[in-house]
């Protein structure tokens, strides 16, 4: 049973920094990456990162989110600055990780509240 565990959520204010981070409990991790899910709106890819193909991140981000990762400790994160109001939202953990097989794991979410 592969495990995601984030950390880092919480309220601030509109311009301040928050960053998340998230650590899988599994050897073999491909991509790893971030969504969120706002009130009424489905989940969105805010960023994603790959040895293959390194960093990609959603257009409202791009400049503001830097997305990073430390394969010796399966760990991805998102350091968020220049924070909105529209930034708010439940923040997902995702990697696409192999046990006995290769399958996408979702963390259980970290609360972001952005006040304006």
């Known amino acids: 049973q592969v495990q995601l565990v984030e950390s880092g959520g919480g309220l601030v204010q509109a311009g301040d920094s928050l960053r998340l981070s998230c650590t899988a409990s599994?050897?073999?991790?491909?991509?790893m990456g971030w969504y969120r899910q706002a009130p009424g709106k489905q989940r969105e890819l805010v960023a994603v990162?790959?040895?293959?193909?390194?960093?990609n991140y959603a257009d409202s981000v791009k400049g503001r989110f830097t997305i990073s990762r430390d394969n010796a400790k399966n760990t991805v994160y998102l350091q968020m600055n220049s924070l909105k109001p529209e930034d708010t939202a439940v923040y997902y953990c995702?990697?696409?990780?192999?046990?006995?097989?290769?399958?996408?794991?979702w963390g259980q979410g970290t609360q972001v509240t952005v006040s304006s």
């Open positions: 995702y990697c696409n990780a192999r046990t006995t097989y290769w399958a996408n794991y």
């Open positions: 599994v050897s073999t991790v491909g991509a």
């Open positions: 990162i790959s040895n293959e193909h390194g960093a």
